[in-house]
């Protein structure tokens, strides 16, 4: 379980992380996301005890970082590829760790297996791809058994397989019951992984939800309408509206009307009542990518806010 109690990061007059209260669960994907700049990865040092926070607190299992027993078997990391030295050998680098850990050599070899580095592991860092060194990145994080597991950006510059390996691991590492904090820019990708997402803008965090839950309400539908004559069609379906509020009628930039609050039969019937003619009528879902970036953009203003909130 990961815990942050009104977490705040200053650098100068730049506030990284601002005030961000939440708990990660274990025994689920947690997504983190946020745009670049966010203060995901400031966050995630600060559970590390990487970063000092100017406020608040970054706790692990109810401790911080430099409380745990023993660190590295209660939290593994995969902040960013490339820590391990590029003249040692991958199982050298992991062989070095297990040593400090007080780790059998048989753990290493274990875990290259896991990442599928074992052909590999007696090449020297330095000659890996972004993929095999992300690979050691997970089984660095994996050496010692831990429980939470924060990966940041996990997926950056993998090819198709490694990301779906990426995922197949992230999915099993929670079914297993571990605490798993994924972060990424990308609604796209963390959509696919995780159970539940945090949503952080600016240093905000605003939203705190499961996935399911912000699909259904983020994911509002509409209709499409495309009419020569759009005038009075927008003046009609305004009409039939009157002062129901969940109505309204915008013109998109290719001349359609989008018509939220009414079914494409409505809508169609309306045309037909007030005789304009429509060439095209469809209904469409607005994508949770969209949403996320329309959320995240005006985040600054914005305090967390629950799926139902952000659309009321
Ligand atoms: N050491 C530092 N000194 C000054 N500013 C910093 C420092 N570290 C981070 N920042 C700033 O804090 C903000 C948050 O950065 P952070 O790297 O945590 O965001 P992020 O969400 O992880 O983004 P990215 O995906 O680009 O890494 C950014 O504006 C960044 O420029």
């Known amino acids: 379980m990961l815990t942050a109690d009104r977490l705040t990061k200053r650098h100068g007059p730049r506030t990284a992380v601002d005030g961000l209260s939440f708990t990660v669960a274990p025994g689920r994907v947690t997504g983190f996301l946020g745009p670049n700049g966010a203060g995901k990865t400031t966050t995630m040092r600060m559970f590390l005890d990487l970063v000092r926070p100017t406020s608040g607190r970054a706790l692990v299992d109810g401790r911080r970082y430099g409380e745990l027993a023993w660190p590295a078997r209660e939290v593994g990391a995969l902040l960013e590829a490339g820590s391990a030295h590029p003249g040692r050998t991958g199982r050298a680098h992991l062989r070095a760790k297990a040593h400090v850990c007080g780790l059998p050599r048989i753990r290493v070899e274990e875990v290259l297996d896991e990442v599928g580095l074992t052909a590999a592991a007696g090449r020297r860092v330095g000659g890996y791809s972004l993929g095999m060194r992300q690979r050691l990145g997970v089984a660095d994080a994996l050496l010692a058994d831990p429980g939470v597991l924060l990966f940041d950006e996990p997926v950056n510059g993998l090819d198709l397989d490694g990301v779906r390996w990426m995922r197949e691991l992230t999915r099993r590492l929670a079914d297993q019951g571990r605490t798993v904090l994924v972060s990424s820019h990308l609604m796209s990708e963390v959509e696919q992984v995780a159970d539940h997402l945090l949503v952080v803008g600016r240093g905000r965090l605003v939203a705190d939800a499961p996935v399911q839950e912000l699909i259904?309400?983020?994911s509002h539908a509409?209709?499409?309408?495309?009419?020569?004559?759009?005038?009075p069609l927008r003046q009609c379906l305004e009409r039939a509206?009157?002062?129901?509020?969940?109505?309204?009628?915008?013109?998109?930039?290719?001349?359609?009307?989008?018509?939220?609050g009414?079914?494409?039969?409505?809508?169609?019937?309306?045309?037909?009542?007030?005789?304009?003619?429509?060439?095209?009528?469809?209904?469409?879902?607005?994508s949770l990518e969209q949403a996320y970036l329309e959320l995240t953009e005006n985040s600054v203003e914005h305090e967390a806010r629950t799926p139902e909130e952000v659309h009321a």
């Open 241 to 260: 509206a009157g002062t129901d509020a969940r109505v309204r009628v915008e013109t998109s930039g290719d001349g359609a009307l989008r018509v939220f």
């Open 216 to 218: 259904g309400a983020w």
């Open 262 to 286: 009414l079914s494409p039969e409505r809508v169609g019937d309306l045309a037909h009542e007030a005789g304009t003619p429509v060439h095209g009528l469809w209904s469409q879902r607005a």
């Open 222 to 231: 509409h209709v499409v309408v495309h009419s020569p004559r759009p005038g």
